[in-house]
């Protein structure tokens, strides 16, 4: 069946430091590929996608590239900042009309 | 991007109760809305789809007489949860779909049943 899986967290940094969340997947065919973010208290917000193999999504610093070889769609960011703490979640959906599917998200504190 | 609304944000209901919580598209029409449970600390687990005009799709092992969801227009969907308990605390997400890929979420509703 089709599956996330990110890194677990939390994950702690200082402002200014480089972010990874790592993220792979499972899945028939050829997915559609998302991070979202969820800021304490909220609902959850579309941060980057990528649609195909090799496709690079980037919004705010942010960037993940879709690996088809290794399944992956690592998150990255060079420099984090305090207003980056939230929880980031890795999902997909294998088409058009299917349901996303969520990784267990990973939980970003970015200290001062 | 398009917006997402719920409404309320936070309700507090006596064990028994039956609460509704709105869902509602601001700026497009969505051909299909989904409903998702997050217990603290935990992912979205989607509960049901719905399609305006036709009944919901529920995730097994969801009971659909106890999440009872209406999707009846094209920017308006509600989840109603009868006789909630105090298990049914809850944040409850929806999310908003047009024909397009993208899936919007709304800022999600708390529920606490005392």
């Known amino acids: 069946g089709n599956s996330v899986t990110q890194m677990e967290g939390p994950v702690t940094l200082s402002e200014e430091a480089f972010l990874t969340i790592n993220c792979t997947y499972t899945?028939?065919?050829?997915?559609?590929l998302f991070w979202y973010v969820q800021y304490p208290g909220e609902g959850l917000q579309l941060l980057l996608k990528a649609t195909k193999a090799d496709d690079k999504g980037s919004n705010k610093g942010f960037e993940a590239t879709y690996r088809k070889e290794t399944t992956s769609f690592h998150l990255e960011k060079g420099s984090v900042q305090v207003s980056d703490s939230a929880v980031y979640f890795c999902?997909?959906?294998?088409?058009?009309?299917?349901?996303?599917?969520f990784g267990q998200g990973t939980e970003l504190s970015v200290k001062p | 991007g398009a917006v997402v609304s719920q409404h309320p944000s936070r309700v507090i209901c006596k064990s028994g109760t039956s609460v509704k919580i709105e869902c509602r598209s601001l700026d497009f029409q969505a051909t299909t809305m989904f409903w998702y449970r997050q217990f603290p600390k935990q992912s979205l687990m989607l509960m049901a789809t719905s399609n305006e005009g036709s009944k919901a799709t529920y995730e097994q092992g969801v009971e659909k007489d106890k999440f009872l969801i209406n999707h009846a227009s094209l920017t308006l969907s509600t989840l109603t949860v009868t006789s909630a308990h105090p298990e049914d605390s809850s944040f409850y997400i929806c999310?908003?779909?047009?024909?397009?890929?993208?899936?919007?979420f709304g800022p999600g509703t708390r529920l606490l049943v005392l």
């Open positions: 999310s908003a779909r047009s024909e397009g890929e993208t899936q919007y």
């Open positions: 899945a028939t065919g050829y997915p559609s």
């Open positions: 999902a997909l959906r294998n088409n058009q009309g299917g349901k996303l599917i």
